[in-house]
């Protein structure tokens, strides 16, 4: 991160402190919020593009697709604007590194670890999927990892809604990373969420093996192997990859969309799988493309590679004849247009124009090959079936491995509660026995044992990942209840609730439900009135909102100690979003009150309205000489009537005298005491002024 020279504050509001990156279209600032008082990341589009509308646009496109998209794993945005010509971003500043970065210090990480963090990104393409937004540019680069472990994909910018038609690209081109390209996206055709799936898989193929599946020297060679070279298989190059990661990998990158995870969520599902060591439902097999394709990037190959992990624009390749093999990384030529041998083809045409009657022979006997080829081959196939074997009560790996050396496929494993031992195969689809085409595709269901009473531990309150891991290891399963709204203050990301609750007992393999706070979902601010100003800060954080400005009011409460919180904006208990900003107001005092009017009231009663107003009552009589009586009734006062006092400070009431044998009212007044309508008559009429 790089201190700034020149500062400059975009829309009056965001103060550009440092440079964090550069990036293909823009940069990365840090900012800080003038307004509310927090640091942002200011994503700045290059000057030289902000005069193209295309990219204008796919800036624009970023900020409104991220910003309808709440999700703990989506870097959130904003703001967007204009400032002098430039346009940028406002986003979450994420404290922690990149995956790119961490893969170049790393090269490889643990399966175990890998796989959690595919699942977190996983998890927020399910979300943005669920809204439909496909990303279109997942690699290393855009996926944050923060200093608390979260993941966090961000860059949005070629993102696209599902339903729009709006296209951003040009007409035989592709916008993305060409690392990360999926088949149909490397061919220009229409994407959905299973190219992020695609993607995806190469980012976790890269961060078992040390390198993506594919390299090449030009950004047209790596996106033409996308669409026609299997990928090789990762224990050829890591052989320390488990068979069931590798599996997950390869299903994920299956050429077809067909043949892949048909959303981010079942892969998600699988690699939780595998990182809580259930079985995973991924078959272990090789992928082949075309005729007798092959790959031919083997481990230790030497190929010059471009910046993978950068945007660019390729032309879109045209899909594998299934004729061709396998194409070499530098073998480009084929990717060029076909020559055309021009003297052939005008003979061919000089003779069809002489024999037209042997071109509609030639055509009559072409078509009546085809019936009859057609009617063979569906009589073939309908008349060719074999019985599929039993594999029941056999273990898992050993009925997979006898259907695929009779010619069948897996097409998943799926553990079920049954009577034999776990691991063994309980049932299949296709049934045993069931007459089936040869290469069928077969499920099975693998037994999880018989199921056994366990004690349901306490997870509410823990965060979802702990949980889920904490019912894992008591042998209990989970799903997630998402809650659009909560009465109580919530921690982002933990467990509100669990059923059945903590201390019942239920078989196990059950499946605990975890109630969670859906993205997007509204909670009370919590009461912080009371507390220091730190500790009300450590409150809001927790509860997943944000400190904003801080200003300073009197009360009229004795129990809140200066300088401590006195009310929030939104105040205690509105439902708000996470990330809402709440700010304080803090107590610089009590408020003053006014000194209440005393005069002709009984000490009794002076008392009482001096108590009434907040303020220590002291009553007095002011008859210090011999002979002098007390008139029951206050004279004089300090401080005087509707003067500011502090609450609790005290207020003298003197009661005045009469001297023997007077018909008049006097009274010695202490020091500092203020008469209290001196030429005014007492109101009873007890007393009157001597005459002289």
Not at 591 to 611: H, S
């Amino acid at each position: 991160m790089e201190p700034v020279t020149a500062p400059r504050t975009f829309s009056g509001r965001y103060e550009v402190t440092h440079l964090i990156a550069r990036g293909g279209m823009a940069q990365v600032y840090r900012a800080l919020d003038l307004r509310l008082g927090r640091h942002v990341a200011l994503k700045v589009l290059f000057p030289e593009l902000s005069v193209d509308r295309t990219f204008v646009e796919r800036f624009r496109r970023e900020a409104q697709a991220a910003a309808n998209l709440s999700h703990p794993n989506v870097v959130a945005v904003y703001d967007w604007g204009e400032d002098e010509g430039t346009y940028f971003i406002v986003m979450e500043l994420i404290t922690g590194t990149s995956l790119a970065t961490a893969l170049r210090a790393e090269r490889t990480l643990a399966a175990t670890r890998a796989a959690s963090i595919a699942a977190q990104v996983a998890s927020a393409l399910t979300y943005a999927h669920r809204h439909g937004v496909v990303h279109r540019d997942i690699k290393p680069g855009n996926v944050m990892l923060t200093d608390d472990g979260q993941v966090k994909v961000t860059d949005f910018g070629i993102a696209q809604a599902v339903s729009t038609e709006e296209g951003l690209t040009m007409a035989g081109s592709v916008m993305g990373t060409a690392a990360y390209f999926s088949p149909e996206q490397a061919e220009g055709a229409v994407v959905d969420g299973r190219s992020d799936v695609y993607s995806l898989g190469i980012v976790l193929y890269e961060m078992l093996a040390g390198r993506t599946p594919f390299v090449g020297d030009s950004p047209v060679a790596v996106a033409s192997m996308h669409v026609r070279n299997a990928p090789p298989l990762l224990r050829d190059l890591n052989p320390a990859v488990p068979v069931d990661i590798e599996a997950v990998t390869m299903r994920a990158l299956a050429k077809a969309p067909d043949d892949r995870y048909q959303s981010a969520e079942e892969f998600r599902s699988d690699l939780l799988r595998f990182t809580e060591g259930q079985p995973v439902l991924a078959e272990g097999v090789t992928q082949v493309v075309g005729v007798g394709a092959t790959s031919v990037i083997a481990a230790g190959t030497t190929a010059v590679v471009p910046p993978r992990d950068s945007t660019v624009v390729v032309p879109a390749v045209d899909p594998p004849d299934t004729g061709i093999t396998a194409i070499s990384s530098a073998d480009e030529a084929l990717l060029a247009p076909i020559p055309v041998i021009e003297e052939p083809v005008r003979d061919v045409a000089t003779k069809q124009e002489s024999s037209p009657q042997s071109w509609w022979l030639a055509a009559l006997l072409v078509l009546a090959l085809l019936v009859a080829g057609f009617f063979v081959y569906r009589g073939l196939s309908s008349a060719t079936t074999v019985g599929l074997p039993n594999v029941i009560r056999l273990p898992a790996t050993a009925a997979a491995n006898l259907l695929r050396g009779d010619g069948f496929h897996i097409r998943g494993q799926v553990p079920i509660t049954s009577s034999l031992p776990a691991g063994e195969v309980a049932k299949t689809i296709p049934a045993q026995g069931a007459q089936v085409h040869p290469g069928a595709k077969v499920e099975l269901f693998v037994s999880k044992g018989n199921p056994v009473p366990v004690t349901v531990p306490p997870v509410a309150g823990l965060p979802l990942l702990t949980a889920q891991s904490t019912l894992t290891k008591d042998k209990l399963g989970f799903k997630e209840f998402y809650a659009p709204s909560w009465t109580s203050p919530v921690v982002p990301g933990s467990v509100l609730a669990q059923s059945p609750l903590a201390g019942m007992t239920a078989p196990s393999q059950t499946a605990v439900t975890l109630t969670i706070l859906a993205p997007g979902g509204t909670y009370p601010v919590p009461n912080v009135v009371g507390q220091a100003p730190a500790i009300a800060g450590a409150t809001l954080t927790t509860y997943g909102l944000t400190v904003g400005q801080t200003t300073s009011a009197c009360t009229t409460s004795s129990g809140i100690v200066q300088g401590n919180v006195v009310s929030t904006i939104p105040a205690a208990p509105t439902p708000v979003q996470a990330h809402t900003v709440v700010n304080l107001t803090l107590s610089s005092g009590a408020c003053p009150v006014p000194v209440p009017d005393l005069y002709n009231l009984t000490p009794q009663q002076a008392t009482a309205t001096i108590t009434a107003a907040q303020l220590a009552p002291f009553v007095t009589s002011t008859c210090s000489q011999p002979g002098y009586t007390p008139t029951g009734f206050i004279v004089s006062q300090s401080p005087p009537a509707t003067a500011p006092a502090k609450p609790g400070s005290p207020v003298y009431a003197y009661v005045g005298c009469t001297p023997p044998s007077s018909t008049t009212t006097s009274s010695t007044l202490p020091p500092g005491a203020t008469p209290i309508h001196p030429a005014q008559p007492h109101q009873h009429g007890r007393f009157r002024r001597r005459r002289h």
